[in-house]
């Protein structure tokens, strides 16, 4: 495969200019869930409401503002990959014939997946059903657990993620593995995931202010609840280790508010900031009352801080976004496994 005009590594210790003038397949029908059955029987708790099926396994919540709060962060992340849905080499010419993405939420990436690849077919699963009904023939919605085994009947030209990161208790053998077995060979793996950390490159986010002292909790709480908010940086050591080959990636930096010079940077970091602080309240609520036993008041006076500090132009933060797409070896390809101590 000629990969000679695909971009390679994006150094993540770019510079950004701050702004200085600112002011402040078709699954197995039997491993699939119909919705006439509980899972739309949404447990309520906090205000909020959470997935029916398997309840209790995911902590963010699936009501509405969450829903809304979906359907905007997928176009922010487009926007942010230089309007791309996907950086795996899928040929237009000769598409997947089936598509997944895993853990699809709203299903907006599927659905535009699905216009784009009209000849493809494309699958969505989810613990919720909260994806709308109108969609493309061609695309296909499935309540799933997909950290349980994957029985689908076809084998996949592509398979995607994104922003998983709390949703597994190991990334490794519940998606990657499974993703290695459920592809043809040649096929794609590809996983874009938000690291969740601040980091900022000149000294103007407090390492002991609010935003990084929340973010170090909520790390730890999901490590107590054993789903780990760290995924984007392990993602190149799994693909390589799970088998993948022509394994590549991409670092991104995704600006917390408006204080990047650059115009295209400033609105995306507007909007992000703006998504973010939009969902710190589902983000925080279950992981800090289960693991820390904070009430729902303690929790949103602290939210007050982060949300202060969040959308001050003054502080330079950013999350790195990894991107990593790696191939599933042909049948009989000399693959050089990776070196082991
Ligand atoms: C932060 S959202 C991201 C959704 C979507 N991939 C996107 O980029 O907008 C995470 C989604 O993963 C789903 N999820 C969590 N655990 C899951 C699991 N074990 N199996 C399937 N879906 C899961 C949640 O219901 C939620 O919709």
New binding site residues.
């Given amino acids: 495969m000629d990969l000679k005009n695909f971009q390679f590594t994006f150094d993540c210790s770019d510079f950004i200019e701050p702004d200085v003038c600112a002011s402040p397949a078709s699954p197995d029908p039997d491993d699939t869930i119909s919705l006439s059955e509980s899972v739309l029987d949404f447990p309520r708790e906090f205000g909020r409401t959470y997935?029916a099926y398997?309840a209790g396994?995911?902590a963010?919540p699936?009501d509405i503002p969450e829903q809304e709060r979906?359907?905007f962060?997928?176009p922010i992340?487009k926007r942010l990959f230089g309007d791309r849905l996907y950086f795996a080499p899928l040929s237009q010419s000769n598409p997947p014939r089936f598509i997944l993405?895993?853990?699809?939420?709203?299903?907006?990436?599927a659905i535009e997946m699905g216009d784009m690849f009209p000849t493809s077919e494309v699958i969505g699963?989810?613990?919720?059903p909260?994806q709308p009904a109108m969609v493309p023939p061609n695309v296909k919605f499935y309540v799933?657990?997909?950290?349980?085994e994957w029985n689908f009947t076809d084998k996949f030209g592509y398979i995607h993620?994104?922003?998983?990161?709390?949703?597994?208790s190991n990334f490794e053998t519940?998606v990657a593995k499974q993703a290695f077995e459920a592809l043809e060979p040649g096929g794609w793996f590809e996983s874009?995931e938000v690291e969740g950390v601040f980091s900022c490159d000149d000294g103007t986010l407090d390492p002991a202010g609010p935003m990084c002292t929340w973010l170090n909790e909520m790390r730890d709480a999901a490590e107590i609840m054993e789903?780990p908010a760290v995924l984007g940086s392990i993602l190149k050591e799994v693909f390589e280790r799970v088998g993948f080959v022509d394994v590549q990636d991409r670092i991104f930096k995704i600006p917390t508010n408006e204080w990047p010079r650059d115009e295209r940077l400033k609105e995306i970091g507007r909007l992000w900031g703006e998504n973010f602080s939009q969902g710190l309240n589902g983000f925080s609520i279950q992981l800090m009352n289960r693991v820390f036993g904070r009430s729902p008041a303690e929790i949103e006076l602290q939210l007050v801080k982060i949300r202060e500090e969040l959308s001050n132009p003054q502080i330079h933060a950013y999350m790195p976004v990894f991107v990593v797409w790696g191939r599933k070896p042909y049948v009989g390809e000399q693959v050089n496994t990776p070196m082991t101590e």
């Fill in positions: 997935h398997r396994s995911y963010f699936n979906l359907a962060q997928g992340i993405d895993v853990a699809t939420g709203v299903g907006d990436w699963t989810d613990l919720s909260i799933d657990d997909s950290s349980d993620t994104r922003l998983t990161a709390g949703c597994w519940e874009q789903r």
